[in-house]
């Protein structure tokens, strides 16, 4: 089985600062692929950031950054320099045999 | 490109009536699969299609189905509705075994 875990249902962070959002979870599969996803106001699901499990290297993307640790199946998202516009709800997601997602955390960046 | 394009964006239906639902995907993308997205559940998986074949499905009743035709469109069906199937719909599109990308959804209104 495969779950997800995102134990923040809701953060708060003022504009250009640094927010981390935690998220874990358990699989048995070997090889599986971590994602966030970002969910603003229009509902549309838009892919922010992806780790392949066999990599080590944290993955980038611009602001967005993420902490894999994989012995404590534990796959966090850090934003930086927090803008108005990442107000969002954001979903950790696995991918083993199919695509599961966490509950979500609702980030509110404040001006 | 074009993206995942899911219609109608909006549906309401009576309790008892079936509805079906519509999903193009990314040009190339073969896989596709169905998420149902309500406050109190989440989003959860109900299937996925690759190459007209059903690869996986969720814990929904047999009144979900859904089917992938050979230009990689797919429909979700839902028969005998109940309130309790209002939700956003979601279809996700992906090349491979990951990195799904999502339509726009179809908000299903059940009354």
């Known amino acids: 089985a495969q779950t997800v875990t995102q134990s923040q249902p809701e953060m708060s962070v003022q504009e250009a600062e640094t927010v981390t959002l935690s998220c874990t979870y358990d699989t048995s599969e070997n090889n599986y692929y971590l994602f966030w996803y970002k969910q603003p106001p229009s509902r549309q699901m838009i892919l922010v950031i992806r780790?392949?499990?066999?990599?080590?290297q944290n993955a980038t993307e611009n602001r967005f950054s993420v902490n894999f640790q994989k012995a404590a199946k534990s796959f966090s998202l850090k934003i930086s320099d927090s803008q108005l516009g990442d107000t969002a709800m954001y979903f950790c997601?696995?991918?083993?045999?199919?695509?599961?997602f966490g509950a979500g955390t609702i980030l509110r960046v404040k001006s | 490109k074009a993206g995942v394009t899911q219609t109608p964006r909006y549906l309401i239906k009576t309790r008892g009536q079936q509805v079906t639902l519509s999903c193009s995907p990314i040009?190339?993308?073969?896989?596709v699969s169905w998420y149902q997205q309500t406050p109190g559940q989440g989003l959860q998986f109900l299937f996925e299609?690759?190459?007209?074949?059903?690869?996986n499905k969720g814990n929904f009743p047999g009144r979900f189905s859904g089917r992938q035709f050979s230009n990689s469109r797919s429909e979700m069906n839902v028969s005998t509705l109940e309130l309790g199937d209002s939700a956003l719909y979601l279809c996700a599109s992906s090349l491979g075994q990951f990195e799904a990308f999502f339509g726009q959804g179809t908000r299903l209104t059940v009354v």
């Open positions: 299609y690759f190459s007209e074949t059903q690869r």
């Open positions: 997601a696995l991918y083993g045999n199919k695509l599961v």
């Open positions: 040009s190339g993308h073969r896989s």
């Open positions: 780790q392949e499990a066999y990599k080590q």
